[in-house]
Protein backbone atom coordinates (compact mmCIF):
# COMPACT_ATOMS: atom_id res chain seq x y z
CA UNK A 1 0.00 0.00 0.00
CA UNK A 2 1.29 3.17 -0.77
CA UNK A 3 0.74 6.75 0.72
CA UNK A 4 1.12 10.12 -0.64
CA UNK A 5 0.63 13.54 0.26
CA UNK A 6 -1.21 15.78 -1.75
CA UNK A 7 -2.92 19.05 -2.54
CA UNK A 8 -6.50 19.29 -3.01
CA UNK A 9 -8.78 22.37 -3.24
CA UNK A 10 -11.42 22.53 -0.09
CA UNK A 11 -14.98 23.91 -0.65
CA UNK A 12 -13.51 27.47 0.05
CA UNK A 13 -11.18 27.08 -2.67
CA UNK A 14 -8.21 27.31 -0.53
CA UNK A 15 -5.43 24.54 -0.98
CA UNK A 16 -5.46 21.77 1.66
CA UNK A 17 -3.06 19.20 2.76
CA UNK A 18 -3.82 15.87 2.24
CA UNK A 19 -1.99 12.99 3.98
CA UNK A 20 -2.86 9.28 3.08
CA UNK A 21 -4.91 7.26 0.81
CA UNK A 22 -7.92 4.73 0.26
CA UNK A 23 -9.94 4.91 3.36
CA UNK A 24 -7.55 6.49 5.45
CA UNK A 25 -6.98 9.81 4.00
CA UNK A 26 -6.36 12.98 6.67
CA UNK A 27 -6.43 16.68 6.34
CA UNK A 28 -3.98 18.36 8.01
CA UNK A 29 -5.19 21.35 10.43
CA UNK A 30 -2.32 23.56 10.30
CA UNK A 31 -3.79 26.37 12.16
CA UNK A 32 -4.16 24.02 15.16
CA UNK A 33 -4.37 24.88 18.00
CA UNK A 34 -5.81 28.09 19.20
CA UNK A 35 -3.71 28.90 22.29
CA UNK A 36 -3.30 32.40 23.54
CA UNK A 37 0.25 33.94 23.38
CA UNK A 38 0.88 34.24 27.17
CA UNK A 39 0.67 30.55 27.23
CA UNK A 40 3.99 28.86 26.23
CA UNK A 41 3.85 25.84 24.44
CA UNK A 42 6.46 23.40 24.88
CA UNK A 43 7.43 20.32 22.63
CA UNK A 44 4.59 18.03 23.16
CA UNK A 45 5.99 14.91 24.45
CA UNK A 46 2.74 12.81 24.47
CA UNK A 47 -1.33 13.36 23.61
CA UNK A 48 -4.35 12.06 24.97
CA UNK A 49 -7.79 12.67 24.44
CA UNK A 50 -10.93 11.96 27.14
CA UNK A 51 -14.46 11.13 26.60
CA UNK A 52 -15.63 14.47 26.80
CA UNK A 53 -13.07 15.20 23.29
CA UNK A 54 -10.87 16.93 25.59
CA UNK A 55 -7.35 17.12 24.41
CA UNK A 56 -4.23 16.87 26.69
CA UNK A 57 -0.98 18.13 25.76
CA UNK A 58 1.44 16.90 28.05
CA UNK A 59 4.53 18.69 27.15
CA UNK A 60 8.05 20.50 28.23
CA UNK A 61 7.50 24.25 28.60
CA UNK A 62 6.84 26.02 31.23
CA UNK A 63 3.13 25.11 31.39
CA UNK A 64 3.23 21.53 31.74
CA UNK A 65 -0.38 20.30 30.57
CA UNK A 66 -2.23 22.54 28.62
CA UNK A 67 -5.92 21.49 27.80
CA UNK A 68 -7.55 22.46 24.37
CA UNK A 69 -11.12 20.77 22.79
CA UNK A 70 -10.93 19.38 19.17
CA UNK A 71 -10.94 22.63 17.68
CA UNK A 72 -8.01 23.78 19.46
CA UNK A 73 -9.46 26.22 21.77
CA UNK A 74 -7.74 26.66 25.06
CA UNK A 75 -9.45 25.54 28.05
CA UNK A 76 -7.22 24.95 30.94
CA UNK A 77 -3.56 24.63 32.06
CA UNK A 78 -2.10 22.85 35.06
CA UNK A 79 1.11 21.31 36.76
CA UNK A 80 3.68 23.89 36.37
CA UNK A 81 4.96 22.94 40.01
CA UNK A 82 4.53 19.45 39.94
CA UNK A 83 6.55 17.70 36.77
CA UNK A 84 9.98 17.66 36.15
CA UNK A 85 10.09 16.50 32.28
CA UNK A 86 6.82 15.32 30.06
CA UNK A 87 6.83 12.07 28.42
CA UNK A 88 3.75 9.85 28.18
CA UNK A 89 -0.22 11.21 28.90
CA UNK A 90 -2.75 8.81 28.83
CA UNK A 91 -6.77 9.05 30.08
CA UNK A 92 -7.90 5.76 31.70
CA UNK A 93 -11.14 4.12 31.44
CA UNK A 94 -11.55 5.78 35.31
CA UNK A 95 -11.47 9.28 33.26
CA UNK A 96 -8.32 9.75 35.28
CA UNK A 97 -4.74 11.13 33.38
CA UNK A 98 -1.80 9.24 34.19
CA UNK A 99 1.34 11.64 33.40
CA UNK A 100 4.49 9.74 33.22
CA UNK A 101 7.55 11.73 34.10
CA UNK A 102 10.81 10.86 32.40
CA UNK A 103 12.35 13.57 34.35
CA UNK A 104 11.57 12.74 37.86
CA UNK A 105 10.95 9.18 37.33
CA UNK A 106 7.08 9.24 38.42
CA UNK A 107 3.50 8.37 37.39
CA UNK A 108 0.73 10.87 38.88
CA UNK A 109 -2.92 9.53 38.33
CA UNK A 110 -4.38 12.97 38.31
CA UNK A 111 -7.92 14.56 37.75
CA UNK A 112 -8.80 16.71 34.65
CA UNK A 113 -8.26 19.56 36.45
CA UNK A 114 -4.56 18.36 37.59
CA UNK A 115 -5.60 17.56 40.83
CA UNK A 116 -3.10 14.89 41.83
CA UNK A 117 -4.45 11.76 43.39
CA UNK A 118 -1.57 9.35 43.56
CA UNK A 119 2.17 9.18 43.12
CA UNK A 120 4.37 6.48 42.56
CA UNK A 121 7.53 7.08 42.48
CA UNK A 122 9.77 9.09 44.38
CA UNK A 123 10.50 12.35 42.28
CA UNK A 124 13.70 12.79 41.68
CA UNK A 125 15.04 9.75 42.69
CA UNK A 126 15.87 6.82 40.69
CA UNK A 127 16.20 3.51 40.90
CA UNK A 128 19.64 2.12 39.83
CA UNK A 129 20.43 1.91 35.91
CA UNK A 130 18.99 -1.04 34.52
CA UNK A 131 18.20 -2.92 37.90
CA UNK A 132 14.89 -3.64 37.19
CA UNK A 133 13.76 -1.60 40.06
CA UNK A 134 10.70 1.11 39.44
CA UNK A 135 11.54 3.87 37.93
CA UNK A 136 14.09 5.14 35.80
CA UNK A 137 13.36 7.56 33.03
CA UNK A 138 10.00 5.90 32.77
CA UNK A 139 7.79 6.15 29.71
CA UNK A 140 4.09 5.75 29.54
CA UNK A 141 1.03 4.06 31.55
CA UNK A 142 -1.82 2.31 31.02
CA UNK A 143 -4.73 0.99 33.02
CA UNK A 144 -6.68 -2.28 32.42
CA UNK A 145 -10.40 -1.93 31.69
CA UNK A 146 -11.19 -3.65 34.55
CA UNK A 147 -9.54 -0.92 36.55
CA UNK A 148 -7.50 -3.68 38.72
CA UNK A 149 -4.20 -3.34 37.30
CA UNK A 150 -1.62 -0.80 36.15
CA UNK A 151 0.80 -1.08 33.76
CA UNK A 152 4.09 1.44 33.12
CA UNK A 153 6.82 1.31 30.50
CA UNK A 154 10.50 1.67 32.24
CA UNK A 155 12.04 2.39 29.15
CA UNK A 156 15.16 5.11 29.53
CA UNK A 157 16.97 3.39 32.04
CA UNK A 158 15.89 0.02 32.73
CA UNK A 159 14.27 -2.74 30.33
CA UNK A 160 10.94 -3.30 32.44
CA UNK A 161 7.08 -3.61 32.26
CA UNK A 162 5.79 -3.41 36.14
CA UNK A 163 2.13 -3.99 37.09
CA UNK A 164 0.72 -2.74 40.16
CA UNK A 165 -2.79 -2.66 41.96
CA UNK A 166 -4.93 -0.16 41.25
CA UNK A 167 -4.23 1.68 44.34
CA UNK A 168 -0.38 1.77 43.79
CA UNK A 169 0.83 -1.52 45.09
CA UNK A 170 3.66 -2.73 43.44
CA UNK A 171 2.19 -6.19 41.73
CA UNK A 172 5.64 -7.91 39.78
CA UNK A 173 8.19 -6.88 36.74
CA UNK A 174 8.83 -8.33 33.53
CA UNK A 175 11.54 -8.05 30.46
CA UNK A 176 14.91 -7.49 30.50
CA UNK A 177 17.82 -5.85 27.82
CA UNK A 178 18.00 -7.69 24.89
CA UNK A 179 15.90 -8.63 21.37
CA UNK A 180 14.47 -11.84 22.16
CA UNK A 181 11.10 -12.11 22.72
CA UNK A 182 10.24 -10.75 26.52
CA UNK A 183 13.31 -8.47 26.09
CA UNK A 184 13.27 -5.10 25.40
CA UNK A 185 15.36 -2.16 24.10
CA UNK A 186 13.48 0.55 25.18
CA UNK A 187 9.55 0.21 25.82
CA UNK A 188 8.71 3.11 24.98
CA UNK A 189 4.73 3.00 24.87
CA UNK A 190 2.32 1.03 26.08
CA UNK A 191 -1.57 0.27 25.90
CA UNK A 192 -4.18 -2.11 27.12
CA UNK A 193 -7.21 -3.34 25.16
CA UNK A 194 -10.67 -4.90 25.93
CA UNK A 195 -9.43 -8.58 26.56
CA UNK A 196 -6.45 -7.37 28.74
CA UNK A 197 -3.83 -7.87 26.35
CA UNK A 198 -1.10 -5.29 26.49
CA UNK A 199 0.77 -3.82 23.64
CA UNK A 200 4.04 -2.60 24.39
CA UNK A 201 6.08 -0.18 21.62
CA UNK A 202 10.02 -1.84 22.03
CA UNK A 203 11.00 1.10 20.48
CA UNK A 204 14.49 0.74 19.62
CA UNK A 205 13.99 -3.46 18.63
CA UNK A 206 11.57 -1.47 15.83
CA UNK A 207 8.83 -3.95 16.90
CA UNK A 208 5.15 -3.81 19.36
CA UNK A 209 5.37 -6.99 21.64
CA UNK A 210 2.00 -8.16 22.85
CA UNK A 211 1.45 -9.88 26.34
CA UNK A 212 -1.19 -10.99 28.64
CA UNK A 213 -1.81 -9.28 31.80
CA UNK A 214 0.48 -11.33 33.54
CA UNK A 215 3.21 -10.66 31.48
CA UNK A 216 3.48 -13.55 29.29
CA UNK A 217 4.74 -13.11 25.74
CA UNK A 218 1.98 -13.98 22.98
CA UNK A 219 3.10 -12.59 19.49
CA UNK A 220 4.49 -9.17 17.84
CA UNK A 221 3.87 -7.07 15.08
CA UNK A 222 7.57 -6.53 13.10
CA UNK A 223 8.24 -4.28 10.04
CA UNK A 224 8.19 -1.28 11.92
CA UNK A 225 10.48 1.69 12.01
CA UNK A 226 10.96 3.09 15.61
CA UNK A 227 7.66 2.92 17.14
CA UNK A 228 7.21 5.95 19.22
CA UNK A 229 3.92 6.42 19.84
CA UNK A 230 1.07 3.86 20.26
CA UNK A 231 -2.33 4.53 20.96
CA UNK A 232 -5.67 1.78 20.47
CA UNK A 233 -9.49 2.88 19.33
CA UNK A 234 -11.76 1.93 21.68
CA UNK A 235 -13.55 -0.80 19.53
CA UNK A 236 -14.19 -4.34 20.17
CA UNK A 237 -11.70 -4.58 17.22
CA UNK A 238 -9.50 -1.84 17.81
CA UNK A 239 -7.65 -0.23 15.21
CA UNK A 240 -3.87 0.36 16.56
CA UNK A 241 -1.72 3.59 15.24
CA UNK A 242 1.95 3.89 15.39
CA UNK A 243 4.20 6.87 15.30
CA UNK A 244 7.31 5.56 13.44
CA UNK A 245 9.54 7.88 14.28
CA UNK A 246 12.50 6.40 11.64
CA UNK A 247 15.89 7.77 11.24
CA UNK A 248 18.34 9.91 13.13
CA UNK A 249 21.44 8.77 11.78
CA UNK A 250 22.83 11.54 9.78
CA UNK A 251 23.31 9.17 6.53
CA UNK A 252 19.84 7.65 6.06
CA UNK A 253 17.80 10.41 8.14
CA UNK A 254 15.58 11.53 4.74
CA UNK A 255 15.55 8.38 3.34
CA UNK A 256 12.04 7.32 2.36
CA UNK A 257 9.75 4.54 3.58
CA UNK A 258 11.14 4.80 7.31
CA UNK A 259 9.50 7.53 8.37
CA UNK A 260 9.18 10.02 10.67
CA UNK A 261 5.17 8.66 9.68
CA UNK A 262 1.94 7.45 11.16
CA UNK A 263 1.46 3.59 10.62
CA UNK A 264 -2.16 2.21 10.95
CA UNK A 265 -3.18 -1.42 11.46
CA UNK A 266 -4.99 -3.98 12.88
CA UNK A 267 -3.91 -5.31 16.38
CA UNK A 268 -2.94 -8.73 14.14
CA UNK A 269 -0.20 -6.14 12.08
CA UNK A 270 -1.92 -5.87 8.98
CA UNK A 271 -1.17 -2.41 7.50
CA UNK A 272 -4.43 -0.29 6.58
CA UNK A 273 -2.96 2.94 5.73
CA UNK A 274 0.17 5.34 6.08
CA UNK A 275 0.74 8.86 6.49
CA UNK A 276 4.23 10.59 4.92
CA UNK A 277 5.85 13.22 4.44
CA UNK A 278 7.30 13.85 0.98
CA UNK A 279 10.08 14.55 1.87
CA UNK A 280 9.91 12.08 4.41
CA UNK A 281 10.60 14.32 7.53
CA UNK A 282 10.14 17.82 8.59
CA UNK A 283 7.87 21.14 9.69
CA UNK A 284 5.98 21.58 7.06
CA UNK A 285 2.14 20.69 6.71
CA UNK A 286 2.18 17.09 5.51
CA UNK A 287 5.51 16.32 6.95
CA UNK A 288 6.41 14.90 10.44
CA UNK A 289 9.27 16.18 12.59
CA UNK A 290 8.81 13.04 15.37
CA UNK A 291 5.67 11.21 15.85
CA UNK A 292 6.52 10.82 19.18
CA UNK A 293 2.92 10.53 20.58
CA UNK A 294 -0.84 9.66 18.93
CA UNK A 295 -4.18 10.08 20.15
CA UNK A 296 -7.40 9.29 18.40
CA UNK A 297 -10.80 11.08 18.74
CA UNK A 298 -14.38 10.35 18.58
CA UNK A 299 -14.94 10.96 15.30
CA UNK A 300 -11.45 8.88 14.37
CA UNK A 301 -9.34 12.33 13.88
CA UNK A 302 -5.58 12.06 15.05
CA UNK A 303 -3.34 14.29 16.99
CA UNK A 304 0.48 13.76 16.92
CA UNK A 305 2.86 14.92 19.42
CA UNK A 306 6.12 15.74 18.53
CA UNK A 307 9.22 16.54 20.05
CA UNK A 308 10.71 19.16 17.73
CA UNK A 309 13.70 21.07 18.96
CA UNK A 310 15.16 17.71 20.45
CA UNK A 311 14.29 15.84 16.47
CA UNK A 312 15.66 18.98 14.52
CA UNK A 313 19.33 18.90 15.13
CA UNK A 314 19.51 15.32 14.11
CA UNK A 315 17.12 15.42 11.50
CA UNK A 316 18.63 18.82 10.16
CA UNK A 317 22.07 19.57 11.71
CA UNK A 318 23.44 22.19 9.26
CA UNK A 319 19.86 23.86 9.73
CA UNK A 320 19.17 26.48 11.87
CA UNK A 321 15.99 25.92 13.78
CA UNK A 322 12.65 26.94 12.59
CA UNK A 323 11.44 30.59 14.49
CA UNK A 324 8.42 28.65 14.85
CA UNK A 325 8.44 24.82 15.15
CA UNK A 326 5.21 22.74 15.22
CA UNK A 327 5.28 20.77 18.43
CA UNK A 328 1.91 19.13 17.46
CA UNK A 329 -0.26 18.24 14.72
CA UNK A 330 -4.10 17.89 14.22
CA UNK A 331 -5.07 15.35 11.26
CA UNK A 332 -8.73 15.56 10.21
CA UNK A 333 -10.16 12.26 9.06
CA UNK A 334 -12.22 12.50 5.79
CA UNK A 335 -15.19 11.37 5.03
CA UNK A 336 -14.99 8.44 3.83
CA UNK A 337 -14.96 5.76 6.69
Known amino acids: MFTRTQRENDEEGLM ?7 AYRYRVETQWPNIPDNIELGDVSAVAVDRNDRVYLFN ?6 IVVDTAGNFIDT ?3 KTFGSAHGVYVGPDECIYCTDWGDHTVRRCTP ?21 PFN ?10 LNYLYVTDGYGNAKVHKFTYDG ?7 ESGCDAGQFNLPHAICCDRDGWLYVADRENHRIQIFDGNGRYETQ ?11 LSDDASPICYVGELGPYLGFNRLAPNLGPRISIMTTEGRLLGRLAGDPPAGNSPGQFLSTHSIAVDSKSDLYVGQVGMNSWPSLFPDTPIPEKICRVRKLTRLDNK
Open 60 to 65: RGPNPM
Open 221 to 231: INNLHRPGGLC
Open 169 to 175: KYVSSWG
Open 78 to 80: WGQ
Open 137 to 146: RCTHTALSRD
Open 16 to 22: DVIMGSG
Open 113 to 133: EGKVLMELGVPGQPAPYMSGQ
